[in-house]
């Protein structure tokens, strides 16, 4: 086992555990809180470092179990969630307006649909395409099996795609 550092292995992760968060959460504030926590919670644990196997997967562990907390906790007190904030959509696609507010329509239907999916499809779909995660990396910080995270990612992206159709074809 090597020596684990806070600052060289734990800090550097700290994107990684707010876009995760903020894909749980819905919410940047919240994402930035749950990770905030999620560092206080792996730093008091630190006698237990050497006995992990992936402190990459440790803190995923710990920031998903965290975002998923604070979401049952927001519903139990019935508030509404924000829409999340959005990055500004590609302007290279093409010079045309109209075709930049058309890919700008279909980038934002995406990423409606992906946020409508249940958490657990929601949350591997983001480990696996957004994070690039190999589906054993998945199902050790989600605590589910492969075959389940790969079920779950199958069914986010054919309800995504299914929607997505539906959508195009009706303009729904």
Not at 48 to 73: G, P, V
């Amino acid at each position: 086992m090597k020596k684990i550092s806070f600052q060289n292995d734990i800090l550097p992760l700290k994107n990684e555990l707010y876009r995760l968060a903020l894909r749980v959460t819905l919410n940047p504030a919240e994402a930035e809180d749950v990770v905030q926590d999620t560092m206080i919670k792996v730093w008091n644990r630190r006698e237990q470092w050497d006995e992990i196997e992936s402190i990459e997967a440790f803190c995923l562990t710990i920031c998903r179990n965290l975002s998923l907390d604070r979401m049952r906790k927001l519903e139990n007190q019935n508030q509404s969630l924000e829409e999340g904030e959005h990055d500004s959509p590609d302007h290279s696609y093409s010079s045309n307006p109209e075709e930049q507010a058309m890919q700008r329509d279909r980038v934002e239907l995406i990423r409606r649909l992906i946020s409508e999916l249940p958490e657990k499809q929601r949350s591997a779909m983001h480990l696996r395409e957004f994070e690039g995660k190999s589906y054993k990396e998945i199902a050790s910080i989600m605590a589910i099996s492969e075959e389940q995270v790969k079920v779950n990612i199958f069914r986010a992206r054919q309800a995504i795609r299914q929607k997505y159709i539906k959508s195009e074809k009706y303009g729904l």
